[in-house]
T-cell receptor, first 114, second 112 residues
Framework: GAGVSQSPSNKVTEKGKDVELRCDPI?????LYWYRQRLGQGLEFLIY????????KSGLPSDRFSAERTGESVSTLTIQRTQQEDSAVYLC????????????FGSGTQLSVL | GDSVTQMEGPVTLSEEAFLTINCTYT??????LFWYVQYPGEGLQLLLK?????DKGSNKGFEATYRKETTSFHLEKGSVQVSDSAVYFC???????????FGGGTRVLVKP
């Protein structure tokens, strides 16, 4: 596609349930990033992929969070046993090469944990 | 670790007013500096960047100069329009160059 696509755009879930968020980066972009944006706050780095490997996963807040990328394309961010503090917009971005280049962001997934 | 601090908003201006959004950073080495903008209902997009000291990034009438001596990258526009209403984020990539570290964002509202 022309841009970074994320799905779903909105997700409402109950506390304790698992959720999967999907990101389709721009074709050919080797670097992929996940960020979290809590209401009224800045972007919080979660994880960075170069190809299918994740050299920097330092931002994942707990072991309930995991992410994978396959085929140097689609990435999924999984949150297990969701908590209310997980409520946020989860943003995905891709770039042609590693960081320092221009990042292209998706519109995000709004996650609400009740 | 790397960090970015920018002025809190919201900033409310009248059309044709002068806009400044302050941004300072802490980083090891020589980071690249960026301003990203998020218009209502849209995803973040790169506004401008500067990769070394004294470089000036510019786009759409906005400018920012990389000041190493003051570790700053303030965003300026001489005459804002209603269409400039958005949230502006200052960001940097550090020595590893593998991720962007963002400031908290500044919401700007321009009234006609």
């Amino acid at each position: 596609g022309a841009g970074v696509s994320q799905s779903p755009s909105n997700k409402v879930t109950e506390k304790g349930k698992d959720v999967e968020l999907r990101c389709d980066p721009i074709s050919g972009h080797t670097a992929l990033y996940w960020y979290r944006q809590r209401l009224g706050q800045g972007l919080e780095f979660l994880i960075y992929f170069q190809g299918n490997s994740a050299p920097d996963k330092s931002g994942l807040p707990s072991d309930r969070f995991s992410a994978e990328r396959t085929g140097e394309s689609v990435s999924t961010l999984t949150i297990q046993r969701t908590q209310q503090e997980d409520s946020a917009v989860y943003l995905c971005a891709s770039s042609l090469n590693r960081g320092g280049e221009k990042l292209f962001f998706g519109s995000g997934t709004q996650l609400s944990v009740l | 670790g790397d960090s970015v601090t920018q002025m809190e908003g919201p900033v409310t201006l009248s059309e044709e007013a002068f806009l400044t959004i302050n941004c300072t950073y802490t980083a090891t080495g020589y980071p690249s500096l960026f301003w990203y903008v998020q218009y209502p209902g849209e995803g973040l997009q790169l506004l401008l960047k500067a990769t070394k000291a004294d470089d000036k990034g510019s786009n759409k009438g906005f400018e920012a100069t990389y000041r190493k001596e003051t570790t700053s990258f303030h965003l300026e526009k001489g005459s804002v329009q209603v269409s400039d209403s958005a949230v502006y984020f200052c960001a940097l990539t550090g020595a590893a160059g593998n991720k962007l570290t963002f400031g908290g964002g500044t919401r700007v509202l321009v009234k006609p």
